[in-house]
């Protein structure tokens, strides 16, 4: 069973009329049409926190939920970037397909690019080394392929605070800043997502906050509210570390409802901790 197939049954959320709700409410925000196509850009202050799991598993459900392909695009660098994670494993991407250079489709955009079971198109904008690659080098590979992806996912893995986090809000509707739950690290995304708030195009801004040291369960509830900054926890999962990419049987409820809640935070933003 997929990560998003597992995430969508009701059942997983306890049953109790508060959750049915809630799923609804993601349900109906991650499905609600969109005036123009939805940019979420993914990045992490630190490695090891797991953004490029996230990014795949928050893909698949919107991909799932809306019934049509996401785009998803690899920046980061290291073997276990968004390609792996989203099963495709790690070999070299195809040469371009002549179709993506001047799309006039949304099939002539997706064009040559594998195709997860979710319907997660994934695009890798590396070039001939691992390196992670640059806001130039996306903008080439993705400008025109956006207006006929209503959904593009980028995994821009670790980037610094600044200037870096300043070039991917300019290429995003939506910024996600992945982070670890504890107060240290949990306190420089908060500011890091405060500052991208304030940029010229004034991006959306999530922090997802994956407990990877399970120490998020020492923070009072509602701690970075005041920032307005919607902040998501992500329970900690062991699946995480595993030598295959996660599925959805290797995850705990908590955590597949935690995703549904991220999902639907990036595709409409709104203040809170959740």
Not at 95 to 123: C, E, F, I, K, W
Not at 130 to 140: F, K, L, N, Q, S
Not at 247 to 261: F, K, N, Q, Y
């Amino acid at each position: 069973m997929s990560l998003a197939a597992a995430a969508i049954a009701p059942a997983l959320l306890g049953g109790a009329a508060d959750r049915q709700a809630e799923l609804e409410a993601a349900d109906r925000a991650i499905r609600a049409p969109l005036a123009l196509s939805r940019r979420i850009g993914f990045a992490q202050l630190a490695g090891g926190v797991g953004a490029s799991t996230t990014v795949a598993a928050v893909a698949a459900l919107i991909a799932v939920r809306r019934r049509s392909p996401v785009l998803a695009v690899d920046a980061a660098a290291g073997p276990r970037s968004l390609r792996w994670q989203a099963g495709l494993g790690t070999t070299a991407p195809a040469p371009v397909d002549a179709r993506r250079t001047r799309p006039q489709s949304q099939a002539d955009a997706l064009a040559g690019l594998p195709l997860t079971d979710t319907g997660v198109a994934v695009l890798d904008v590396h070039g001939d080394d691992d390196r992670a690659a640059t806001e130039t080098a996306w903008a080439e590979h993705v400008a025109p392929l956006a207006r006929f992806c209503p959904v593009v996912c980028t995994d821009w893995g670790v980037r610094g605070a600044g200037a870096d986090l300043g070039g991917i809000a300019a290429a995003s509707s939506t910024v996600c800043v992945v982070t670890r739950a504890d107060r240290g690290a949990l306190e420089r995304a908060l500011a890091a997502a405060g500052a991208v708030r304030t940029l010229p195009n004034r991006p959306d801004v999530v922090v997802a906050a994956v407990d990877v040291g399970r120490t998020g369960g020492r923070l009072p509830r509602g701690f970075g509210a005041g920032v307005g900054v919607p902040v998501v926890r992500v329970p900690f999962e062991p699946a995480r570390r595993a030598a295959e990419p996660v599925r959805g049987a290797d995850c705990s409820a908590a955590t597949r409802a935690a995703l549904i809640r991220l999902a639907a935070a990036v595709m409409a933003p709104a203040g809170g901790v959740r």
